[in-house]
């Protein structure tokens, strides 16, 4: 089956900067949207940004213009380059795809979660 390994997490300081990876791997046949998601602590997992297969892009209004989603289709991998971050960012960030595998098909794949610490 399909797997998301993420990595690049870790403590930084208030307005300091992180790249999270996210790569994919396994009887993939085609990867459509990707995307990264984050929980904090006591609350509920929402929407950091999505990337289309055509590079479509969708962002949280808390990131907008902070955070920028990409990705390299050959490689089957998401990046999430963050700016400027705040303590609010702190979170568990987790990747996610809509995945078509060779034999379960189309569905989605989470991966683990990556801690990102922001301190102030």
């Known amino acids: 089956q399909v797997q998301l390994v993420e990595s690049g997490g870790g403590l930084v300081q208030a307005g300091g900067t992180l790249r999270l990876s996210c790569a994919a791997s396994?009887?993939?046949?085609?990867?459509?949207?990707m995307g990264w998601y984050r929980q904090a602590t006591g609350k509920q997992r929402e929407l950091v940004a999505t990337?289309?297969?055509?590079?479509?892009?969708n962002y949280a209004d808390s990131v907008k213009g902070r955070f920028t989603i990409s990705r390299d289709n050959a490689k089957n991998t998401v990046y999430l380059q963050m700016n400027a971050l705040k303590p609010e960012d702190t979170a568990v960030y987790y990747c996610n795809a809509d995945v078509v595998e060779l034999i379960f098909g189309r569905h989605e794949v989470w991966g683990q979660g990556t801690l990102v610490t922001v301190s102030s």
């Open positions: 396994g009887s993939i046949f085609s990867i459509n949207a």
């Open positions: 990337i289309t297969s055509d590079e479509i892009t």
